[in-house]
């Protein structure tokens, strides 16, 4: 089993700046791509980042591109998502996930672990 666990959410103002953090613990967890995704009030989740297994690989959707990081540190079982320039339309719980496969994921369903979510909320 794979925990996933994540942090640094909360309420910025409209170009402000957010790292969220993804602590991870349990068995092989380094054996997996990793990924961000989020979900608005009734909206699906959706894809928002993923890194490969150790570290290469990142890709974006769209709409963050340019303005949101994410990397990871294996030696701390550890990914991050730095966000920058956040806009109130990035308002959503973000989920960290862990993949079944190495290499970087757009599909939800690749993902077997979860974090339970941490709420952003960027104001206007």
């Known amino acids: 089993q794979v925990q996933l666990s994540e942090s640094g959410g909360g309420l910025v103002q409209a170009g402000g700046s957010l790292r969220l953090s993804c602590a991870a613990s349990g068995r092989a967890v380094t054996n997996g791509a990793m990924g961000w995704f989020r979900q608005a009030p009734g909206k699906e989740r959706e894809f928002v980042a993923t890194?490969?297994?150790?570290?290469?690989?990142?890709v974006y959707v769209d709409s963050v591109k340019g303005r949101f990081t994410i990397s990871r540190d294996n030696a701390k079982n550890a990914v991050y998502l730095q966000m920058n320039s956040l806009k109130p339309e990035d308002t959503a719980v973000y989920y960290c996930?862990?993949?079944?496969?190495?290499?970087?994921?757009?599909?939800?369903?690749?993902?077997?672990?979860w974090g339970q979510g941490t709420q952003v909320t960027v104001s206007s």
């Open positions: 890194i490969n297994w150790n570290g290469g690989d990142a």
């Open positions: 996930a862990r993949s079944r496969k190495l290499l970087s994921s757009r599909d939800l369903y690749d993902y077997n672990f």
